[in-house]
């Protein structure tokens, strides 16, 4: 039960783009279409739950026996660019199509301060790792929910009668404003 | 040892993960085309977009997937010819194009109707009430294409108004797509011929406000259907296959619209303020011929068929003799 609650928390309560305003970049930047949103979800999780788990391995493990606990952010750093990099060589193996779609931003997952926001969370809040893995694939999953509503309000955004000045970027900000309006209601769910 | 464990530490993950990597780049290693380094090699490396495609390496990787190879328009055929050596194909020849503004009106000819004080750019400038000039299409000339343009091949008039020189331009578009009223075309490098003007005003307002402009008269196209076209008020070549360099309608033209690069070059042409005073004259030359030919035309068709009734007098009684006339009888 109290993990369930960690995971409706985590999904719509304390929404990382919408609630926290972590990862904005690939939140703007690859929203234009539903499909490809889908995958930059799908990848977000894939390197948010493994970065989450290999850190807390590493800070539990390594890190606080040794009483370098400082070391935090760079080894984090450091483990969460290489498996992005994995991820980055699995993705242009098995779709090379979302290879393309995802362009910069898959790089730059590396630099998705979600990523790092997560696993420094996970240690900071001294998550066991049940909740550790709960709570990271929760947070994940509220980032693709996160960024496939987006995606699904832009792709209606592109056909819509708005005033020109109001096109791209500038609608973007503004529904993504709203959006973020609209997720606090659920401040009191939980 | 408190320097020493933090260091060990990280180099430790630091090993681990590199020595993970590398064994997964060995199994999720994706075979490359060699061909596409190579095109790389050989492409120009300007990243212009001429092509259509994301830079030169996304050009690259759409020539191994089966495109036009006579895309790169600043690589020349040079570049066509090596491309299609490393594809193993046959080299088409590659049209050389440049950029060409059509607008021949300086302030000299098309005049401002206010003073535009504000952010030197044309977009900016074209946002206050339709631009400074009198005419609502013409070059506002605060160069938003020199700007856009890397070779330094968009050059100005004294009265403010941009050409493209056509030795430095590298047909990247650029500047086509900098241009808010589209005055910039790509046009063939071998084609003389060019109608100057992007005016779709009628040809009234079009004469009010410029002395060069296109008033849509459609003499040039009633001399070669085939090369010029009338639409929207405002005259254009047609580039396409099956249309020619008519240089009789740049002299016909009657504002002075097209340009014809076998008798001027363009700058002479834009600036040279005797330029439409000497078309007038030729033009009078050319009526002249033309009626003079015309007339010629006439007296010898007529003595042509005065010939001709004269020899139907004589064998006018032999008539009945002839094949159809015997046969109709019987």
Same mark, same amino acid.
């Given at each position: 039960?109290? %993990?369930?609650? +960690?995971?409706?928390? &985590? $999904?719509?309560?304390?929404?990382?783009? *919408?609630?926290?305003? /972590? !990862? @904005?970049?690939?939140?703007?930047?690859?929203?234009?279409?539903?499909?490809?949103?889908?995958?930059?979800?799908?990848?977000?999780?894939?390197?948010?739950?493994?970065?989450?788990?290999?850190?807390?391995?590493?800070?539990?493990?390594?890190?606080?026996?040794?009483?370098?606990?400082?070391?935090?952010?760079?080894?984090?750093?450091?483990?969460?660019?290489? %498996?992005?990099? +994995?991820?980055?060589? &699995? $993705?242009?193996?098995?779709?090379?199509? *979302?290879?393309?779609? /995802? !362009? @910069?931003?898959?790089?730059?997952?590396?630099?998705?301060?979600?990523?790092?926001?997560?696993?420094?969370?996970?240690?900071?809040?001294?998550?066991?790792?049940?909740?550790?893995?709960?709570?990271?694939?929760?947070?994940?999953?509220?980032?693709?929910?996160?960024?496939?509503?987006?995606?699904?309000?832009?792709?209606?955004?592109?056909?819509?009668?708005?005033?020109?000045?109001?096109?791209?970027? &500038?609608?973007?900000?503004?529904?993504?404003?709203?959006?973020?309006?609209?997720?606090?209601?659920?401040?009191?769910?939980? | 040892?408190?320097?020493?464990?933090?260091?060990?530490?990280?180099?430790?993950?630091?090993?681990?993960?590199?020595?993970?990597?590398?064994?997964?780049?060995?199994?999720?290693?994706?075979?490359?085309?060699?061909?596409?380094?190579?095109?790389?090699?050989?492409?120009?490396?300007?990243?212009?977009?001429?092509?259509?495609?994301?830079?030169?390496?996304?050009?690259?990787?759409?020539?191994?997937?089966?495109?036009?190879?006579?895309?790169?328009?600043?690589?020349?055929?040079?570049?066509?010819?090596?491309?299609?050596?490393?594809?193993?194909?046959?080299?088409?020849?590659?049209?050389?194009?440049?950029?060409?503004?059509?607008?021949?009106?300086?302030?000299?000819?098309?005049?401002?109707?206010?003073?535009?004080?504000?952010?030197?750019?044309?977009?900016?400038?074209?946002?206050?009430?339709?631009?400074?000039?009198?005419?609502?299409?013409?070059?506002?000339?605060?160069?938003?294409?020199?700007?856009?343009?890397?070779?330094?091949?968009?050059?100005?008039?004294?009265?403010?108004?941009?050409?493209?020189?056509?030795?430095?331009?590298?047909?990247?578009?650029?500047?086509?797509?900098?241009?808010?009223?589209?005055?910039?075309?790509?046009?063939?490098?071998?084609?003389?011929?060019?109608?100057?003007?992007?005016?779709?005003?009628?040809?009234?307002?079009?004469?009010?406000?410029?002395?060069?402009?296109?008033?849509?008269?459609?003499?040039?196209?009633?001399?070669?259907?085939?090369?010029?076209?009338?639409?929207?008020?405002?005259?254009?070549?047609?580039?396409?296959?099956?249309?020619?360099?008519?240089?009789?309608?740049?002299?016909?033209?009657?504002?002075?619209?097209?340009?014809?690069?076998?008798?001027?070059?363009?700058?002479?042409?834009?600036?040279?303020?005797?330029?439409?005073?000497?078309?007038?004259?030729?033009?009078?030359?050319?009526?002249?011929?033309?009626?003079?030919?015309?007339?010629?035309?006439?007296?010898?068709?007529?003595?042509?068929?005065?010939?001709?009734?004269?020899?139907?007098?004589?064998?006018?009684?032999?008539?009945?003799?002839?094949?159809?006339?015997?046969?109709?009888?019987?």
């Amino acid at each position: 039960m109290e %993990l369930l609650i +960690l995971a409706i928390n &985590a $999904i719509l309560v304390g929404n990382l783009l *919408l609630a926290k305003f /972590l !990862g @904005i970049c690939p939140f703007l930047g690859v929203s234009k279409k539903i499909s490809t949103a889908l995958g930059m979800a799908m990848a977000v999780t894939f390197v948010m739950v493994l970065a989450s788990t290999v850190t807390w391995i590493i800070q539990v493990g390594v890190l606080n026996p040794l009483g370098i606990g400082y070391l935090q952010t760079i080894a984090f750093i450091l483990v969460i660019a290489s %498996l992005v990099q +994995l991820t980055e060589m &699995a $993705i242009q193996k098995f779709s090379p199509s *979302l290879y393309e779609a /995802l !362009g @910069i931003f898959l790089p730059l997952i590396t630099t998705n301060c979600a990523i790092l926001g997560v696993a420094v969370m996970n240690i900071d809040e001294g998550r066991g790792f049940v909740t550790m893995l709960v709570y990271s694939f929760a947070a994940s999953l509220g980032f693709g929910l996160a960024l496939l509503l987006f995606a699904g309000l832009r792709e209606r955004l592109e056909t819509a009668a708005i005033p020109e000045a109001f096109r791209g970027a &500038a609608s973007a900000l503004v529904v993504a404003g709203i959006l973020s309006l609209a997720f606090m209601g659920f401040s009191g769910l939980v | 040892m408190s320097l020493i464990l933090p260091i060990l530490v990280l180099s430790g993950i630091g090993a681990v993960m590199g020595a993970g990597l590398a064994v997964a780049a060995k199994f999720l290693s994706v075979e490359e085309d060699p061909r596409v380094e190579a095109l790389m090699e050989i492409l120009p490396s300007a990243n212009c977009g001429a092509c259509g495609y994301p830079g030169c390496s996304g050009y690259a990787k759409e020539l191994v997937a089966g495109v036009d190879i006579g895309l790169c328009s600043p690589g020349g055929s040079d570049t066509v010819a090596k491309i299609a050596d490393i594809l193993g194909v046959e080299a088409v020849a590659l049209v050389p194009k440049v950029a060409l503004v059509r607008c021949a009106g300086g302030r000299n000819l098309a005049p401002d109707r206010s003073i535009y004080v504000g952010p030197s750019s044309c977009k900016a400038a074209v946002l206050v009430g339709a631009g400074p000039k009198e005419c609502r299409w013409g070059c506002v000339g605060l160069g938003d294409c020199a700007e856009v343009c890397e070779d330094d091949a968009v050059d100005f008039t004294e009265d403010g108004l941009a050409f493209v020189r056509a030795d430095l331009c590298i047909a990247c578009a650029r500047c086509v797509k900098a241009c808010p009223r589209d005055l910039i075309q790509m046009v063939p490098a071998d084609r003389k011929v060019h109608v100057l003007c992007s005016s779709q005003d009628p040809g009234k307002n079009t004469k009010a406000v410029c002395q060069v402009g296109c008033i849509a008269c459609k003499l040039c196209a009633r001399r070669d259907k085939a090369s010029f076209v009338v639409e929207n008020n405002s005259a254009s070549v047609l580039y396409e296959e099956g249309s020619k360099d008519t240089p009789v309608a740049a002299l016909v033209c009657t504002p002075g619209a097209i340009w014809d690069a076998n008798e001027d070059d363009l700058v002479s042409w834009l600036t040279d303020p005797a330029r439409r005073e000497a078309l007038k004259e030729r033009q009078a030359e050319l009526k002249a011929r033309e009626r003079a030919e015309r007339a010629a035309k006439k007296k010898a068709a007529a003595a042509a068929k005065k010939a001709k009734a004269d020899k139907a007098d004589e064998s006018g009684p032999a008539e009945p003799a002839e094949p159809g006339t015997q046969k109709g009888g019987q």
